[in-house]
């Protein structure tokens, strides 16, 4: 009774209400770049005046996004139509353009995810007898193989980041608590 589930577009969240918590797993990269500025916007109208928003997003360097979002391969082509994935410049400009939110922690875990991919790769072939009694064909069981390929060789050699990263507004002590009021333990 303490969490609300909304299945909704960002653009459509309650105006009425506010959150404490906003957290977006993989969703950005579908916004696209000339939106970034205004989900910043819907997420801080729906944001608690303490609250925390957490992205985690797959991200592309900066020096290549440009190229890339104004181009086509294969993941934009058959996996995630439409997506583009953003440059952790292009999502820190954006926030700032368009919120008073701030970073508060930002953590790049690319390298774990080669290791994620690999086992979902290995669980999805494992299971290719049960993906073809669903209807699926040797195309699609190639085009995932495929897939999972690719972007394990993206993380594996930095083409692809997997960024964590925390927003707050400044000054956001009653979330953080005040670090200069510190119990001294006397036990050693």
């Not at 609300?4 to 579908?30: A, F, V």
Request: hydrophobic share 35%; with cysteine.
């Amino acid at each position: 009774d303490r969490i609300t589930l909304l299945l909704c577009d960002y653009r459509q969240m309650p105006n009425k209400d506010k959150y404490d918590r906003i957290i977006s797993i993989g969703m950005i990269e579908h916004v696209g770049h000339d939106y970034i500025e205004e989900f910043f916007t819907c997420c801080e109208s729906a944001l608690a005046e303490d609250g925390l928003l957490v992205l985690q997003f797959i991200s592309i360097p900066d020096e290549r996004y440009d190229s890339h979002r104004q181009s086509t391969d294969f993941m934009r082509e058959y996996i995630f139509p439409g997506g583009c994935l953003p440059a952790l410049s292009r999502i820190i400009s954006g926030m700032a353009a368009a919120s008073r939110l701030c970073v508060v922690h930002v953590e790049e875990i690319g390298i774990h995810y080669y290791q994620t991919l690999r086992c979902w790769r290995n669980n999805f072939l494992k299971n290719k007898r049960q993906i073809r009694a669903l209807g699926f064909d040797d195309k699609f069981i190639r085009t995932w193989e495929y897939y999972f390929d690719y972007c394990a060789a993206g993380f594996k050699t930095h083409t692809f980041g997997d960024y964590q990263i925390v927003f707050s507004r400044p000054g956001n002590v009653a979330t953080f608590g005040d670090p200069y009021n510190v119990t001294v333990s006397t036990a050693y």
